[in-house]
């Protein structure tokens, strides 16, 4: 299981800081969602400890090596990356626009060789879209497309998963369904899940950990249950909120 | 999969086929194989060997440049309406030729007008490049525009100050874009810019693939967007530059190919490539002929016909756009 950490990460843009200083370790096995106001930092994070930022200070480690050090191809079989709303350009069909996370190891043009095949079909049969992988991706519906986009992302089997809330634009059934398979990745399958996520609920009961960013700082760390408090969500939102239930039946209460 | 070869073999079949029924009709005559025997067949043999063969290569290599530019532009912007002109290359080719005929150059060394025009061509793709660096790819398409607009402003300045009606013909003449009267000289000129940037413009098929998972996730998976933005403005500025430089101005190639063979290789920006190559040298081979058999009192201009044709398909391209869009 590939540990991924970051050290006194500061990225500032345009002269403002808007990660400030962050320190934080993760490894495989974790369902990590992180959690802030809109604003807080969460995407300029997940895109820091993707490797796709310039950073102006401190470092990321993936397996203890500075992200710097690997080389791209490397890194993208190594940790996948999805962003908010990701959508296909052209109507490629689903199964050929999963291969393309294959990236270099297809062939000249572009034909994916038995074991790449098999890694194909694998992926597609994870994801229940077997049944789709000849439709062209630009009709999918929403809940469709996320799963052919998480699939794509997960063909080359990457050990860390990183992901620009996943679940927005998503109706409660297949939000729960995607938070369920983000889970199950971390979990069943032992890879490092990394999501910002806006619906609490969710948070709380599916991840394994929560990160609470604030003005560009971790302002909390920990499992969910401990984690996520009244005075937390304050701080964060600055709205009065309470935690009802418990366990498993547990869900935030927002009281404006 | 669709099959990407059978679709090549087709077209590749279909090129040989018009390529030889090509060197058939011209403004010389009806040329047939046993026209070319025997010992008063002189000046047959001139017109073949002069006129049409290299007419005909230039056409194969030019349609292929525009052809490959198109879609290598239409996958780097995955916009279906981008083609080679976009980023300053043939306003940059029109203002340098331009400049060679109204200083007389033209008139003084023949080969003066390609080679100004592939500076100007040059020139203006590296004004593109150097100003829209940087940014995405939406600034590299605004600083082609911007770049365009100055340069044809710069052309009809040029034709503005036209010293005689005379070097104004010519220049209008050259602008509309042609294949008559270019002989080996032409050819071996443009043909080692031309191939240099056909090469650098095929290596970019895995780059334009992940991009059409949109620029972040390509980054994501290894691809360095910047260089990708650089090796096709100096793709296209090589072979659309060193192409435009000796024919002129041919538009709507480089926009038509590619969508004729996209849907055949299942939209794959990397598989589209090859056919879009094929299917541009077959369209600029058939326009071209069709200049010559059209009874006409005056040859038809290359660029005039395939602008005829070419601007009907691009607003059916629009309507359909505006179709699907909601």
Redesign the interface.
Known sequence: MIPLAARGLVVRREGSEILRGIDLDAQGGEFIAVIGANGAGKSTLLAAL?G?LRIDAGEVLLDQRPLADI???D??QL?????QN????????VE??VA??L??R?RG???AGPEEQARIATVLADTDLIALRAR?VTTLSGGELARAMLA?ALVADPAVLIVDEPLAGLDPQHAWDAARRMRALAVEQGRLVIASIHDLNIALRRATRVWALHEGRLLADGPPATTITAALLGELFGMRAEIRGSGSSAYVDFAP | ?KS?TGLNAKLALLLVVLALLSLLPGRAGWLLPWNLQGNDAELARLIFWELRIPRLLLALLVGAALGLAGAVLQGLT?NPLAEPGLLGVSSGAAFGAVLAIYTGLGAAFALAIPLLGFTGALLGTMLTLALGAGGGVLSLILAGAAVSGLLLAGTALVLNLAPNPYAAYEISHWMMGSLADRGWAQLFLAAPFVFAGIGVLFTT??AL??????E??A??????LARLRRQVVVGTALAVGGATAVTGTIGFIGLLAPHLVRAAV??????VLWPAALAGALLLLAADVATRLLPLAQELKLGVLTGLIGSPFFLWLVWRMKARSP
Do not use: T
């Open positions: 993707a796709l080389a791209p191809r890194l993208a940790r996948a990356w999805l962003p990701p959508r296909a350009e052209w109507p490629l069909s050929r626009m393309l996370g990236g270099p297809l043009f572009g034909e062209a794509r | 999969m990407i995955r098929g895995r693939d992940a991009l059409s998972l949109g972040q996730q980054a994501s998976l290894g691809v360095d299942g939209h794959e920006p990397r598989r």
